[in-house]
Structure formats: structure tokens, C-alpha cells
């Protein structure tokens, strides 16, 4: 699976837009960007995941560059339960699906 | 609701005692996975497995064991815990096919081994 690479860690304010950066500059054309996050003490939450076009859910949404490369999780509302660890995984799927590989991710603090 | 579920959620045992940490799901997920974190490791795959009695071995099995008996449980045993395998273990489920790399995840279980 591709490497990512993620800051140790970022700050935003409450009621402000998150963006959080990832780089996956060896991602192959058949490999998914999957973000989950994990607040204190309790398991990891999936949260948005994309191939090539931009995505949106209830959560978050997911910028893919056009070379995918790089992408970008937005939180467009922080609040003060948003922070957590979020960790930016590239999958392959095929004989490797499901196999996760969890990096140090990035330690989102949210202020009032 | 559907939802997946550990017991027990502490644990403490001691060297060379047999451990099995229970997890169960209602999801009907066919893939289930256990996980171990530790500090400045982040999580590691211990096992998982794709049905009922599939198991395969992830980064970090030695030590430990799995088997898959029904479509609800996948129990993880340490054979003989040793203190390295202090640390908090997640189970998680998929579901089979696209969406086979979204995991939902359990609370976890911490376990000491003294």
C-alpha cells in the first residue's frame, strides 16, 4: 500500500472549517483514500473515504487532488467533540482488502 | 441497532495464563479484524478473517490465535500471555465486497499482563 504522510498535529478553532492534509504521493490508480478518526479512549470511526472525485457526507468531505497525490479531509463545522487523532490510510483492496494500515495520523485540537 | 461489542472491557491477568477477548458483532459483516495500540506504535493487525472458518494472520500474530465459528464472533486467545502483550485490543467488522475497507470498530479491551 502507498505511504501517507500527515502532520503531528493542528489546531482550529470552534466553528471554524478543519483542514487536514495528506499526502500519499505514490498512490497507484486502483488505491482508495479511507480517513477514520479516533477520539480518546474509545475505537477508531470511519469518517469519508474516495477514489478520484471529491466526496461529501454527513461527517466531512474529501479533496482529491487531480493528480492524487494529495487530499484534503474538511471538517466544516468544528466543534470541541471533533477533536481526536485522524488518520489518512490508502487501501489497495483485491488479495490486500481490509488490511488497514494505521500510521501516527494527526492530532486535531479544537478550541473554544 | 446494530453494533459491535467487547468483553471484557478490562483485563488483568498474569504471565503465561491463557486470555481470550470475546467480540461480537450484528452487523452479518463477513470480515472481522483485531487490532492491537500501543504508544508510538499506532494500530497493528493481529488477525482477521473474510467468513466462517477463514482466519489469516496480520503484522503482529505471534502469540496469539483466532478462530471463526459463526458469522457473529471472532474470539481472540493468547495462549500464554506474556507482558509485551500489555496493550489495548479493538476488534472490527466490514462488510463483504466495495465497501470491505470501511471498519466499524468496537470500544476495546484493556489488558495488563503482570
Known amino acids: 500500500d502507498a505511504k501517507t504522510t500527515q502532520p503531528t498535529s493542528m489546531d482550529c478553532a470552534e466553528g471554524r472549517a478543519a483542514n487536514l492534509p495528506c499526502n500519499h504521493s505514490t498512490i497507484s490508480g486502483n488505491e482508495y483514500v479511507y480517513w477514520y478518526r479516533q477520539i480518546h479512549s474509545q475505537g477508531p470511526q470511519y469518517i469519508i473515504h474516495?477514489?478520484?472525485n471529491n466526496e461529501t457526507n454527513e461527517m466531512a468531505s474529501l479533496i482529491i487532488t487531480e493528480d492524487r497525490k494529495s487530499s484534503t479531509l474538511i471538517l466544516p463545522h468544528a466543534t470541541l467533540r471533533d477533536t481526536a487523532v485522524y488518520y489518512c490510510i490508502v487501501t489497495l483492496g483485491g488479495t490486500s482488502y481490509g488490511k488497514l494500515t494505521f500510521g501516527q495520523g494527526t492530532i486535531l485540537t479544537v478550541h473554544p | 441497532d446494530a453494533e459491535i461489542t467487547q468483553s471484557p472491557r478490562h483485563k488483568i491477568t498474569e504471565t503465561g495464563r491463557q486470555v481470550t477477548l470475546a467480540c461480537h458483532q450484528t452487523w452479518n459483516h463477513n470480515n472481522m479484524f483485531w487490532y492491537r495500540q500501543d504508544l508510538g506504535h499506532g494500530l497493528r493487525l493481529i488477525h482477521y478473517s473474510y467468513g466462517v472458518h477463514d482466519t489469516n494472520k496480520g503484522e503482529v500474530s505471534d502469540g496469539y490465535s483466532v478462530s471463526r465459528s459463526n458469522t457473529e464472533d471472532l474470539p481472540l486467545t493468547l495462549e500464554s500471555a506474556a507482558s509485551s502483550q500489555t496493550s489495548v485490543y479493538f476488534c472490527?467488522?466490514?462488510?463483504?465486497?466495495?465497501?470491505?475497507?470501511?471498519?466499524?470498530f468496537g470500544p476495546g479491551t484493556r489488558l495488563t499482563v503482570l
Open positions: 472490527a467488522s466490514s462488510p463483504l465486497g466495495g465497501r470491505t475497507d470501511t471498519q466499524y
Open positions: 474516495g477514489l478520484k
